[in-house]
């Protein structure tokens, strides 16, 4: 089966440094697959050059077989390829709810011609839009503060805003960076629990990067160790845990 | 009475036809500055490009208008709308995308727009002259004398046909933007990347169709601001230059990148300017004979004279930069 993400022997290097050195992964078809790695070891840079932020200085990028190293961020968003951010980003001189009704793509009004000539297609697509993002905003449990400024929100609402965009359309793969960061415990058994539904209801298929193994644990299965630009080990979170080289990476060999 | 129709003609109608052509004008900057957060500095001779337009067809066809009843080169400005727009996109294309794929920093974008400017008055004199033309080439510029209906009341309100047309395509080009960036999504999809680029593409929006279409819009707005003042006028190649700096305090003073805050500015500093060089000894005139015998008014109580009308901004300009740094809308985000 191909794998639904295939990095290629990526570099990537900002002025002299090198980010990512050789870096391939693999991601497969309805997995939740976790990244892990010490402070700089190029895991947001890798998740940049996955979600086309950044262009990969050699290498390919793969979804679903075809090659889109070259596609700007926002086509790749039309082709299924959704992310968070590590810092949570939100338009915030908008409401939650204008915030989510931004995100669904193809959309008839983003065409001039449409906008001014078929304005009852453009409002029935936001009727439709409309009902999406209030679903959405309850499911994430933000209904109460859904006609907030989105700047105003609190950071770990502003992380489930987050996940909330990438549920207002058909996602193939969602990048998650951090989304646990910031979160309290409560709200954190909920996010785990709605990746995990999105995952079994709608087929999702998952990339985390995140510190907190707890969560690492509950949710992934493979984890993918980075270690300065490249990959150090792929298995089961038992593997990474007990594997001398992660230890190492991580804690300087102290804690071995 | 007749002291206060002075006052009507020289600073309410004044400031608001001014007001109108800043405003106009500001949007314009405003909504690339909020985009590409760069200052615009060829704003100014978009406008004049679009007057320039106006002109050039209203010279080829000078009696289309007269069938209809309205002037020609009012005919001829959505065409010169889109031709601006064209002219906006195409310099985009050819002078400051390849600086943004660069990622140079904003002030590099600054420059290279004042070396726009060179380029576009240049060429506009090369093929316009340097002296002024009338917009109204086969038509006649009416003016209205309004006679007010009061006792004693000689002198008649003066408003000119352009004039008119001025106040009324401004109003519809406000409620037009309005609409534009409530309603449709591709409005919303702007206000989206003015207010954080990433994640606006990170949602599928496509910003390189963003930046074109603030570019449409810029460039016809910029036509409409040049081929109104021009009307009001005359057509000359620096005449909207001139304008570049009260354009800017109206966008500063509203706030950058705030459109309605544009449209107020341009109409503080319209406002400002007409008061400015009002010459209020006139509405002192009637009461003259209760005046104490050692008290005397000179002739000319203006603050400044006409010919230092251009400082006027450029102290409302100091002043907001000193008391309300943001604009008096916070700007940056549409």
Known sequence: MTPIIDVQQVNKAFGGLRVINDGSIQVTKGSITGMIGPNGAGKSTLFNLIAGALTPDSGRVLLDGED????????RFHKGLLRTFQIAHEFSHMSALENLMMVPSHQPGENLFTTWFKPRLVREHDAKVRRRALEVIDFIGLYHVRNELAGNLSGGQKKLLELGRTMMTDAKVVLLDEIAAGVNRTLLGDLIGNIERLNQEMGYTFLVIEHDMDMIARLCDPVIVLAQGSVMMEGNIDDVQNNPEVIEAYFGGSAA | MNEWVFFINNVMVAGSVSGSIYAIGAVGVTLIFSIMRFAHFAHADMMTFGAFMVLLLTTTFPAAGASIGIPTALIMLPLAMVLTAALAVGIDKVFYKPLRAHGVKPIVMVIGSLGVTLILQGLIRLFAGTSGQSLYVDDRKEIFRLALPFDGVRVPVVITEP????????????????????????????????????????????????????????????????????????????????????????????????????????????FAESLAVFNWNILLRPFRDSFPAWLDLPTNLAFVSTEYKIVVPFFILVAILIWRPTGLFKGKVI
């Open chain 1, 68 to 75: 889109i190293t070259a596609l700007s961020a926002n086509a």
């Open chain 2, 163 to 270: 004039q008119i047309y001025l106040f009324v395509i401004t109003l519809v080009a406000v409620v037009a933007l309005h609409l534009f960036l409530n309603r449709s999504r591709l409005g919303k999809a702007m206000r989206a990347m003015s207010d954080n680029p990433e994640l606006a593409q990170a949602s599928g929006i496509n910003t390189n169709v963003i930046v074109a279409v603030t570019w449409v819009i810029a460039g016809g707005l910029a036509a409409i601001a040049g081929t109104l003042l021009s009307l009001d006028v005359t057509f000359k190649p620096d005449l909207s230059f001139f304008l570049l700096l009260p354009i800017f305090a109206a966008a500063i003073v509203g706030g950058v990148g705030h459109p309605y805050g544009a449209i107020a500015g341009g109409f503080v500093v319209g």
